[in-house]
């Protein structure tokens, strides 16, 4: 039933996403005052999952928007200690100027101490670096 209900949260997490695409500033770091014309959108991402068990094999999603000539490789930081990832989308250039997400980044959530965790989805064409914070909560039960 918790797996379900797991399932059901994170299909409506997801469609929440895609509702908001609002644009705020990411976290950025550029070469030389080089200004990008890509952006990695800050959407607000939220992750709840349980301290005894994690969640193995989820993603938060990477939201790369603009016109981009160089690849951009995204991933993600700043984890719970004994999570991990795999790593995220690679963006050959290109461009997205409409609503769709194209970047996602796996992770896995080991079990961890109840808290609160700000990972960063980070993205980078090899020039500039941006990245935004994602709330990730570990509480001993996501929905009391």
């Given amino acids: 039933m ?4 797991s ?9 929440a996403i895609l ?4 644009s705020a500033p990411a976290l950025a770091s550029s070469g ?10 800050d959407i607000d991402q939220q992750m709840c999952v349980t301290s005894d068990y994690g969640h193995p094999n989820t993603y938060y999603v990477a939201p790369v928007f603009g016109t981009w000539s160089r690849t951009i490789q995204t991933g ?4 719970p200690p004994g999570s991990s990832s795999m790593g995220g989308t690679t963006l050959p250039p290109g ?8 970047g ?16 960063e989805v ?14 990730l909560e570990i509480l001993d039960d996501c929905y009391p």
Avoid at 19 to 22: I, P
Avoid at 104 to 119: D, L, R, W
Avoid at 122 to 135: I, M, N, R, S, Y
């Fill in 104 to 119: 996602f980044v796996h992770v896995s959530i080991a079990p961890a101490p109840v808290g609160v965790y700000t990972p």
């Fill in 7 to 15: 399932a059901v949260r994170l299909l409506v997490g997801l469609v």
């Fill in 32 to 41: 030389g005052g080089t200004k990008p014309t890509w952006e990695l959108r």
């Fill in 19 to 22: 509702m908001l695409m609002g």
């Fill in 122 to 135: 980070w993205a980078t064409d090899g020039v500039v670096t941006q990245a935004v914070p994602v709330k």
């Fill in 76 to 79: 993600i930081r700043k984890l």
């Fill in 2 to 5: 918790r797996s379900t209900r």
């Fill in 95 to 102: 461009s997205n100027t409409g609503s769709v997400i194209v």
